[in-house]
């Protein structure tokens, strides 16, 4: 009895290793979340690009998921937080929601969400992280190889700015008046530049966009490496 289950185990363990890609070897993210509550990650694959895991999932506390792309990629990454989902993904979530479904497919998420911005190109790598579209979760991006603050390095913020959020953009809960996002202090992109609000952000999150043309060296990251780790609530350092 237990040899048949080690036996097992070790079989499993073998095909394990075999079926799932790795990470440093093709093209994708993982996707951790650090925080202390659910997320559920929605990724918007840009038009020319399939969907993949079909656009959302659901991620505990201290887990994280493996994403691959089978080729060049290009997209949008945030949390959807707040959510409840039936056994079919039918459902809705507080903040970041796109839609009734679990699976955002090719759909976008609801502002305001911090969203990750990557595009895995042939020649150059893209990432960002950007408030432009408000807050909800803290996230950064970086690839698996580039250390903290090279040009392959880690971008997007640690700082919760929900805590910090001016009390005209907050979002509250609606069950607990907590606040749950920050709204973007941009009613108008086009016309959106540097403001009180946005000076705020950058205080706190230098390497994200805070506003429409903001000017942070991160938005062309020429990152040879095609792995990403995006984490939800990182340490902050
Ligand atoms: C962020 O990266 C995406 C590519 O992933 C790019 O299209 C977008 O222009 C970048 N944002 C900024 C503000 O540079
Ligand atoms: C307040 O409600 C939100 C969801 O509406 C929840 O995520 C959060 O944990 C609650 N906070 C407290 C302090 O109960
Ligand atoms: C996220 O959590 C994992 C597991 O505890 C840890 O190894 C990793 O350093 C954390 N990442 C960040 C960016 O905080």
Do not use: H
Request: hydrophobic share 35%; charged share 15%; aromatic share 12%.
């Amino acid at each position: 009895m237990l040899r048949s289950f080690f036996t097992n185990f070790l079989a499993l363990f073998i095909l394990f290793q075999i079926s799932v890609p790795k990470p440093w070897a093709s093209a994708g993210l993982t996707i951790a979340n650090n925080c202390s509550y659910p997320v559920w990650p929605g990724i918007q694959s840009s038009p020319q690009y399939p969907v993949v895991a079909r656009g959302g999932f659901f991620l505990p506390p201290n887990s994280e998921q493996w994403v691959g792309f089978s080729d060049l990629w290009s997209g949008r990454i945030w949390g959807r937080l707040g959510c409840n989902f039936d056994a079919a993904g039918r459902g809705k979530c507080i903040t970041g929601d796109c839609g009734s479904s679990l699976y955002c497919n090719k759909l976008s998420g609801v502002p305001p969400a911090t969203i990750v911005s990557l595009s895995i190109q042939d020649d150059q790598q893209y990432y960002n992280v950007s408030f432009v579209n408000g807050y909800n979760v803290p996230i950064t991006i970086k690839s698996f190889t580039g250390p903290d603050d090279s040009k392959c390095g880690i971008v997007g913020c640690t700082k919760d700015l929900n805590t910090v959020c001016p009390a005209a953009l907050q979002v509250r809960s609606a069950d607990n008046e907590s606040v749950v996002a920050c709204k973007s202090p941009c009613e108008n992109a086009k016309t959106c530049g540097p403001n009180k609000y946005s000076r705020l952000f950058k205080k706190y999150c230098p390497k994200a966009y805070t506003y429409t043309f903001d000017k942070t060296p991160s938005s062309v990251v020429p990152c040879a490496n095609v792995g990403y780790v995006i984490t939800f609530c990182p340490k902050n350092k």
